[in-house]
């Protein structure tokens, strides 16, 4: 059974950082592209930065570029979102998913495995 499980969320003061964390297991995710989204509230889910399977392809919202990186361990199963230099807009559930491909997109029907979902807070 194909399982995303995020962690590393909180509530942290503008202009910290967090480290979000998602573990994969249950299907060949070596094979898809995973990426991390967010669903500010009240808000619809938003794409946030996308990782493909091989890790040598990064994409990112205009909104996070420069701020945050993804990063994957193929061997852990896992990918990583380093968030630098967190604004209050920031603020947000963060959802990890696994891609129907490789290669990866910034929409969420391309995607098809959800995590849970972790709180970032983010207080001015």
């Known amino acids: 059974q194909a399982q995303l499980v995020e962690s590393g969320g909180g509530l942290v003061q503008a202009g910290a950082a967090l480290r979000l964390s998602c573990a994969f297991s249950?299907?060949?995710?070596?094979?898809?592209?995973i990426a991390w989204f967010r669903q500010p509230p009240g808000k619809e889910r938003e794409f946030v930065a996308g990782v493909n399977w091989g890790g040598n392809r990064r994409f990112y919202a205009d909104s996070v570029k420069g701020r945050f990186t993804i990063s994957r361990d193929i061997a852990k199963s896992t990918v990583y979102l380093q968030m630098n230099s967190l604004k209050s807009e920031d603020t947000a559930v963060y959802y990890c998913a696994g891609a129907r491909d490789g290669y990866g997109t910034v929409v969420v029907q391309g995607y098809d495995n959800w995590g849970q979902g972790t709180q970032v807070t983010v207080s001015s």
């Open positions: 249950g299907r060949t995710f070596s094979n898809s592209a």
